[in-house]
C-alpha cells in the first residue's frame, strides 16, 4: 500500500495490495482520472488522459478550450464551464455567477486518516490498518474557493476512500448549490450496472441493467438512504459474477439523501458520480468557513462480486464500526412488537422473559407503546414518559424484575419524530418541520422533529438519556418510522433553508454520537421502518441495523443477500418470527426461520407464551446453534453460493473462517421438486489441501421427524455425518445436496478443518 507522485511523470499512484488508482495533472493545472484496476506500477500511464488527442490543450489552443472540457476525464467535474457532463459542483457567488473551474495547486501525503468533522468517516484499523491519505488541493482563484480532493487507503484493504472539503477564501458568502463526493471517469464500453432497490418490507433487492447513453440515476431525496434505493452502484463488465469479472462500486458512507449515476458520454466514456443529491440541497459558505462533504468508498475487483464483498465487509469491520460489540457475541432477544404490538403491560413481558429465560433468550426488548398515552400510532412520540397504567410501578421496577429473571433489557425509541397529538408538539409547534402556511404532511401520523435547532437535538438527547439513566438498560432500538417532506425550518434563516436535510443528517449523527459517549457500553441497533436507513452512515454508530420488518425467511433470502452484497453479517439485526408471516401470511417451518435468521444476529419477535409446544422445545438447540455459530459468522468470510432470486428453486451461503477452519454451508430449498437428483454446490473459500469432516445440524431432527413419519424418507443426505473431504473436492467436486422434502426447508452444513 502506498501514495507517490512522480514530478516527472506528473502523475498520482495510489496503490493497494491488489488495484491501483492514477491521477494525473494535464496542462499544468486539470485534474484527472488515468487510471482504476488492477495493479499497474507503471507511473508511464498518463497518456491514457488522451491530452494528446485533439481537442488540444487548453493553454495553447484557448479557442477549442470547449471540447477538451468536454472529454477531458475530470477527477471532480465542475458546473458552468464548458463540461456538459453530470458535474460534482456547482457554486454561485452571491452576485449570482454560476461557474467554477478548479486548477492544481498543491497536494499532501499523510500517515493516517483524517476524521470528517461531524460526519462518520473510517479510521485506521489496529495493526495491519494503518492508512496514507493524499490531499490534492485545487482552486477557482476567480471566485476565491479552495477544494481539498481527499484520498485514503488502508494497509490490510483494497478499498480506496474518497471525500472533498471546500474553503470559502473569498470575502463574500459562496453558495453550494450541489458538492457531490466522488467521481470516477472511465471507459466503460459495455458495462452494466448492479443496484439495490426496494421497498418496505422489500429492501436492498438486487438488479442488474445495461447502461445506456445518457444518464441513469439511483438516488434518495427522502431525508435518509430509503427502503426504495440504496447509496450503492457497481459498473461491472457483462460477464461478471460471483467469482470473475471486473467490478467497480462505489457505497456512500451518509444517511440522508443521495445521487448514484452513470452517465454514458458521446464518446461512449462512462462517468460514475456519487453524493449528496443537489436537488434540495443548498449550503451558504460564509467567508472563512470550510464545508466536508460525505465520504464514499470505492471497491475495485477483478473477480467478481465476491471478492467486492470481502472488501466491503473487512473494511466495515476494521475500518467503520467502532462499537465494543463489533467482535463480541450479541445477546439472543425477544422484542415484543410482533408478538403484542402496543398491547402490552408489565405482565405480559414478564411472562415473555420468563419463558423466554428458560430456553436460553438472553435479552428482553421492549418495542413500541411503553411511554405517553401510546396505545396506538396516532399519538405521543416526544412525550417520553412511562406510561405507568402499562408499566405498572414504572420502568426500573419492570426492568428490576426481568434482570432478576436473568435477561438484560431493551428498550425502542424513535426520538427523531414528534405527534401532532402529543404534550411536545402542543407547547413546541414550532419544533416540527413544515413549511410556513402549510399543513405539514403527516405519514404514520407524525411528523418529523426539526433536528436543525441545537434546542431540538437537546431535547431528543435528554429525552433517550434520562430513560437510560433512570434503569439498567443495555441495548437500544432507535428507530424512525417516516421520510422526510415540507422541507421548512422555522429555526434556520431563508437563505439556509436548503441546508435542512443535511442538517437534518448531521443533528442524528450527533445525537447517537452523543449517546456512545455517555452511554460506552450500550447496544444501540438502528432502524428505520425496518431496513430504510441501512447504510455505512450509521454503522459508524450502531454494530447492527435492523434489516427490514419481513421476518418471512423466503422474503428474507433476497434481502439478506442484497444487504450481504455490502454489509458484514454481524450488521444485520434478525428475528425468527411467528407464524403464518404478519407480512406475507406465510407458513414456514421453525427450522428454516432460525437458520435464516442465523446469518445476522439472532433473535425471536414472537409470543413465546403462546407458540406451539414443538416450536418452543425447538428454541434452545437453535440458542445452542447460534453461540455455537456465531464467532464464525460474525468474523468470517461470506461466499454467496447461489441466489434463489436468479434459480427460482435454492439459496445457498457459506461463511468461512479467517484461517480456513472452518465452514458453515446454509442451503434453504425454497419449493420442493418431485423426483429430481441430488443438487451439487460447489464450496468456496476452503484450503484445498485440507481435509474437512461434515457435521449435519439438525440431524437428529430430521431423524426424530421421519420416525414420527411426520415426511418420508427426509433429507436423505448421501453423504453421512462424519464424512471426510478434501477442500479441493468439496470447492472443485462440489456437495451433493439431497432433495429435502418439503417446501422452504434448510440444513446447515459444518465443515470442520481437520
Ligand atoms: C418500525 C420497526 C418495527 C417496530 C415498529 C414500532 O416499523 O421497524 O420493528 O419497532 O416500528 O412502531
Same mark, same amino acid.
Request: hydrophobic share 35%; aromatic share 10%.
Given at each position: 500500500?502506498?501514495?507517490?507522485?512522480? /514530478? !516527472?511523470?506528473?502523475?498520482?499512484?495510489?496503490?493497494?495490495?491488489?488495484?491501483?488508482?492514477?491521477?494525473?495533472?494535464?496542462?499544468?493545472?486539470?485534474?484527472?482520472?488515468?487510471?482504476?484496476?488492477?495493479?499497474?506500477?507503471?507511473?508511464?500511464?498518463?497518456?491514457?488522459?488522451?491530452?494528446?488527442?485533439?481537442?488540444?490543450?487548453?493553454?495553447?489552443?484557448?479557442?477549442?478550450?470547449?471540447?477538451?472540457?468536454?472529454?477531458?476525464?475530470?477527477?471532480?467535474?465542475?458546473?458552468?464551464?464548458?463540461?456538459?457532463?453530470?458535474?460534482?459542483?456547482?457554486?454561485?457567488?452571491?452576485?449570482?455567477?454560476?461557474?467554477?473551474?478548479?486548477?492544481?495547486?498543491?497536494?499532501? @501525503?499523510?500517515?493516517?486518516?483524517?476524521?470528517?468533522?461531524?460526519?462518520?468517516?473510517?479510521?485506521?484499523?489496529?495493526?495491519?490498518?494503518?492508512?496514507?491519505?493524499?490531499?490534492?488541493?485545487?482552486?477557482?482563484?476567480?471566485?476565491?474557493?479552495?477544494?481539498?480532493?481527499?484520498?485514503?487507503?488502508?494497509?490490510?484493504?483494497?478499498?480506496? @476512500? $474518497?471525500?472533498?472539503?471546500?474553503?470559502?477564501?473569498?470575502?463574500?458568502?459562496?453558495?453550494?448549490?450541489?458538492?457531490?463526493?466522488?467521481?470516477?471517469? %472511465?471507459?466503460?464500453?459495455?458495462?452494466?450496472?448492479?443496484?439495490?432497490?426496494?421497498?418496505?418490507?422489500?429492501?436492498?433487492?438486487?438488479?442488474?441493467?445495461?447502461?445506456?447513453?445518457?444518464?441513469?440515476?439511483?438516488?434518495?431525496?427522502?431525508?435518509?438512504?430509503?427502503?426504495?434505493?440504496?447509496?450503492? #452502484?457497481?459498473?461491472?463488465?457483462?460477464?461478471?459474477?460471483?467469482?470473475?469479472?471486473?467490478?467497480?462500486?462505489?457505497?456512500?458512507?451518509?444517511?440522508?439523501?443521495?445521487?448514484?449515476?452513470?452517465?454514458?458520454?458521446?464518446?461512449?466514456?462512462?462517468?460514475?458520480?456519487?453524493?449528496?443529491?443537489?436537488?434540495?440541497?443548498?449550503?451558504?459558505?460564509?467567508?472563512?468557513?470550510?464545508?466536508?462533504?460525505?465520504?464514499?468508498?470505492?471497491?475495485?475487483?477483478?473477480?467478481?462480486?465476491?471478492?467486492?464483498?470481502?472488501?466491503?465487509?473487512?473494511?466495515?469491520?476494521?475500518?467503520?464500526?467502532?462499537?465494543? *460489540?463489533?467482535?463480541?457475541?450479541?445477546?439472543?432477544?425477544?422484542? &415484543?412488537?410482533?408478538?403484542?404490538?402496543?398491547?402490552?403491560?408489565?405482565?405480559? =413481558?414478564?411472562?415473555?422473559?420468563?419463558?423466554?429465560?428458560?430456553?436460553?433468550?438472553?435479552?428482553?426488548? %421492549?418495542?413500541?407503546?411503553?411511554?405517553?398515552? $401510546? &396505545?396506538?400510532?396516532?399519538?405521543? =412520540?416526544?412525550?417520553?414518559?412511562?406510561? !405507568?397504567?402499562?408499566?405498572?410501578?414504572?420502568?426500573?421496577?419492570?426492568?428490576? +424484575?426481568?434482570?432478576?429473571?436473568?435477561?438484560?433489557?431493551?428498550?425502542?425509541?424513535?426520538? !427523531?419524530?414528534?405527534?401532532?397529538?402529543?404534550?411536545?408538539?402542543?407547547?413546541?409547534?414550532?419544533?416540527?418541520?413544515?413549511?410556513?402556511?402549510?399543513?405539514?404532511?403527516?405519514?404514520?401520523?407524525?411528523?418529523?422533529?426539526?433536528?436543525?435547532?441545537?434546542?431540538?437535538?437537546?431535547?431528543?438527547?435528554?429525552?433517550?438519556?434520562?430513560?437510560?439513566?433512570?434503569?439498567?438498560?443495555?441495548?437500544?432500538?432507535?428507530?424512525?418510522?417516516?421520510?422526510?417532506?415540507?422541507?421548512?425550518?422555522?429555526?434556520?434563516?431563508?437563505?439556509? /433553508?436548503?441546508?435542512?436535510?443535511?442538517?437534518?443528517?448531521?443533528?442524528?449523527?450527533?445525537?447517537?454520537?452523543?449517546?456512545?459517549?455517555?452511554?460506552?457500553?450500550?447496544?444501540?441497533?438502528?432502524?428505520?421502518?425496518?431496513?430504510?436507513?441501512?447504510?455505512?452512515?450509521?454503522?459508524?454508530?450502531?454494530? +447492527?441495523?435492523?434489516?427490514?420488518?419481513d421476518m418471512d425467511p423466503i422474503e428474507r433470502l433476497a434481502i439478506q443477500e442484497g444487504t450481504a452484497l455490502i454489509y458484514p453479517l454481524s450488521t444485520m439485526g434478525a428475528h425468527v418470527c411467528d407464524c403464518p408471516n404478519h407480512t406475507t401470511g406465510r407458513t414456514t417451518p421453525f427450522t428454516t426461520r432460525a437458520h435464516v435468521a442465523m446469518a445476522g444476529t439472532f433473535g425471536y419477535e414472537l409470543d413465546i407464551t403462546k407458540i406451539s409446544q414443538s416450536d418452543r422445545d425447538k428454541i434452545p438447540g437453535q440458542i445452542s446453534q447460534y453461540h455455537k455459530y456465531q464467532p464464525l459468522v460474525r468474523?468470517?468470510?461470506?461466499?454467496?453460493?447461489?441466489?434463489?432470486? !436468479? &434459480?427460482?428453486?435454492?439459496?445457498?451461503?457459506?461463511?468461512?473462517?479467517?484461517?480456513?477452519?472452518?465452514?458453515?454451508?446454509? *442451503?434453504?430449498?425454497? #419449493?420442493?421438486?418431485?423426483?429430481?437428483?441430488?443438487?451439487?454446490?460447489?464450496?468456496?473459500? =476452503?484450503?484445498?489441501?485440507?481435509?474437512?469432516? #461434515?457435521?449435519?445440524?439438525?440431524?437428529?431432527?430430521?431423524?426424530?421427524?421421519?420416525?414420527?413419519?411426520?415426511?418420508?424418507?427426509?433429507?436423505?443426505?448421501?453423504?453421512?455425518?462424519? +464424512?471426510?473431504?478434501?477442500? $479441493?473436492?468439496?470447492?472443485?467436486?462440489?456437495?451433493?445436496?439431497?432433495?429435502?422434502?418439503?417446501?422452504?426447508?434448510?440444513?446447515?452444513?459444518?465443515?470442520?478443518? +481437520?
Amino acid at each position: 500500500m502506498g501514495i507517490l507522485f512522480s /514530478q !516527472e511523470h506528473k502523475v498520482f499512484q495510489i496503490t493497494t495490495q491488489n488495484t491501483e488508482y492514477c491521477i494525473g495533472i494535464a496542462d499544468d493545472r486539470y485534474i484527472g482520472h488515468i487510471y482504476y484496476g488492477k495493479r499497474l506500477d507503471d507511473l508511464r500511464c498518463g497518456y491514457l488522459m488522451r491530452t494528446k488527442e485533439p481537442p488540444f490543450v487548453p493553454s495553447a489552443n484557448r479557442r477549442d478550450k470547449g471540447p477538451f472540457m468536454d472529454v477531458f476525464p475530470f477527477e471532480y467535474p465542475t458546473w458552468g464551464v464548458g463540461d456538459y457532463r453530470e458535474s460534482c459542483l456547482k457554486v454561485r457567488t452571491d452576485k449570482g455567477a454560476c461557474g467554477c473551474e478548479l486548477h492544481y495547486v498543491d497536494h499532501r @501525503i499523510t500517515e493516517g486518516k483524517p476524521k470528517l468533522p461531524g460526519l462518520p468517516a473510517t479510521f485506521e484499523g489496529p495493526g495491519a490498518g494503518k492508512g496514507q491519505t493524499l490531499e490534492i488541493f485545487c482552486r477557482d482563484s476567480v471566485i476565491g474557493l479552495k477544494v481539498v480532493l481527499r484520498y485514503s487507503v488502508f494497509a490490510d484493504s483494497d478499498a480506496l @476512500i $474518497r471525500s472533498v472539503s471546500l474553503e470559502n477564501e473569498s470575502q463574500s458568502p459562496l453558495h453550494i448549490e450541489k458538492v457531490l463526493s466522488a467521481c470516477l471517469d %472511465m471507459d466503460g464500453e459495455g458495462m452494466e450496472r448492479l443496484t439495490l432497490n426496494g421497498s418496505w418490507c422489500r429492501e436492498r433487492r438486487m438488479e442488474r441493467s445495461p447502461i445506456a447513453h445518457g444518464k441513469q440515476a439511483v438516488s434518495s431525496l427522502r431525508g435518509e438512504s430509503s427502503h426504495q434505493e440504496h447509496p450503492f #452502484l457497481a459498473v461491472m463488465e457483462p460477464g461478471a459474477n460471483q467469482d470473475q469479472g471486473q467490478v467497480y462500486a462505489m457505497n456512500f458512507v451518509y444517511s440522508g439523501n443521495f445521487l448514484a449515476q452513470t452517465e454514458k458520454s458521446q464518446f461512449d466514456s462512462l462517468r460514475v458520480v456519487m453524493g449528496i443529491h443537489p436537488e434540495g440541497f443548498e449550503w451558504v459558505l460564509d467567508p472563512g468557513e470550510s464545508f466536508t462533504a460525505p465520504e464514499v468508498v470505492c471497491v475495485y475487483s477483478d473477480q467478481g462480486l465476491g471478492r467486492m464483498s470481502l472488501i466491503f465487509h473487512d473494511l466495515y469491520r476494521n475500518h467503520l464500526i467502532r462499537s465494543p *460489540y463489533l467482535h463480541q457475541k450479541r445477546p439472543v432477544l425477544i422484542n &415484543n412488537w410482533e408478538a403484542t404490538y402496543f398491547d402490552f403491560d408489565s405482565d405480559k =413481558l414478564l411472562a415473555i422473559a420468563r419463558e423466554a429465560k428458560k430456553s436460553g433468550i438472553e435479552m428482553l426488548v %421492549m418495542d413500541d407503546g411503553w411511554f405517553g398515552r $401510546r &396505545n396506538n400510532d396516532n399519538c405521543s =412520540l416526544g412525550d417520553w414518559t412511562v406510561n !405507568e397504567e402499562k408499566l405498572k410501578g414504572g420502568l426500573k421496577a419492570l426492568v428490576d +424484575q426481568v434482570r432478576a429473571e436473568g435477561l438484560l433489557f431493551g428498550i425502542w425509541f424513535e426520538p !427523531e419524530m414528534i405527534s401532532p397529538d402529543s404534550d411536545l408538539y402542543r407547547s413546541h409547534p414550532d419544533w416540527a418541520i413544515k413549511l410556513p402556511g402549510r399543513e405539514a404532511t403527516l405519514s404514520r401520523n407524525q411528523y418529523v422533529l426539526d433536528l436543525s435547532r441545537p434546542e431540538v437535538v437537546d431535547y431528543a438527547y435528554e429525552s433517550v438519556a434520562a430513560i437510560l439513566r433512570s434503569a439498567d438498560i443495555s441495548y437500544v432500538k432507535w428507530d424512525m418510522n417516516r421520510q422526510l417532506s415540507d422541507m421548512g425550518s422555522s429555526y434556520l434563516d431563508g437563505a439556509r /433553508q436548503g441546508e435542512l436535510f443535511h442538517r437534518y443528517v448531521l443533528g442524528v449523527y450527533q445525537l447517537q454520537e452523543r449517546l456512545l459517549e455517555e452511554f460506552p457500553k450500550l447496544l444501540l441497533e438502528n432502524c428505520s421502518g425496518g431496513g430504510a436507513r441501512f447504510d455505512p452512515g450509521m454503522l459508524y454508530y450502531s454494530p +447492527q441495523i435492523w434489516c427490514s420488518d419481513d421476518m418471512d425467511p423466503i422474503e428474507r433470502l433476497a434481502i439478506q443477500e442484497g444487504t450481504a452484497l455490502i454489509y458484514p453479517l454481524s450488521t444485520m439485526g434478525a428475528h425468527v418470527c411467528d407464524c403464518p408471516n404478519h407480512t406475507t401470511g406465510r407458513t414456514t417451518p421453525f427450522t428454516t426461520r432460525a437458520h435464516v435468521a442465523m446469518a445476522g444476529t439472532f433473535g425471536y419477535e414472537l409470543d413465546i407464551t403462546k407458540i406451539s409446544q414443538s416450536d418452543r422445545d425447538k428454541i434452545p438447540g437453535q440458542i445452542s446453534q447460534y453461540h455455537k455459530y456465531q464467532p464464525l459468522v460474525r468474523e468470517g468470510d461470506y461466499y454467496r453460493i447461489a441466489s434463489w432470486r !436468479e &434459480n427460482h428453486q435454492y439459496d445457498c451461503w457459506q461463511v468461512v473462517s479467517k484461517d480456513k477452519g472452518e465452514a458453515l454451508v446454509t *442451503y434453504v430449498q425454497v #419449493l420442493s421438486q418431485p423426483n429430481y437428483r441430488s443438487r451439487k454446490i460447489c464450496l468456496k473459500g =476452503l484450503d484445498p489441501d485440507r481435509d474437512y469432516r #461434515l457435521e449435519i445440524e439438525d440431524t437428529q431432527e430430521f431423524k426424530e421427524r421421519a420416525k414420527a413419519k411426520e415426511f418420508d424418507g427426509i433429507c436423505r443426505l448421501t453423504q453421512p455425518d462424519g +464424512q471426510v473431504y478434501s477442500g $479441493r473436492l468439496l470447492m472443485q467436486g462440489g456437495f451433493l445436496i439431497q432433495r429435502l422434502h418439503e417446501d422452504f426447508s434448510s440444513v446447515l452444513l459444518h465443515f470442520i478443518g +481437520q
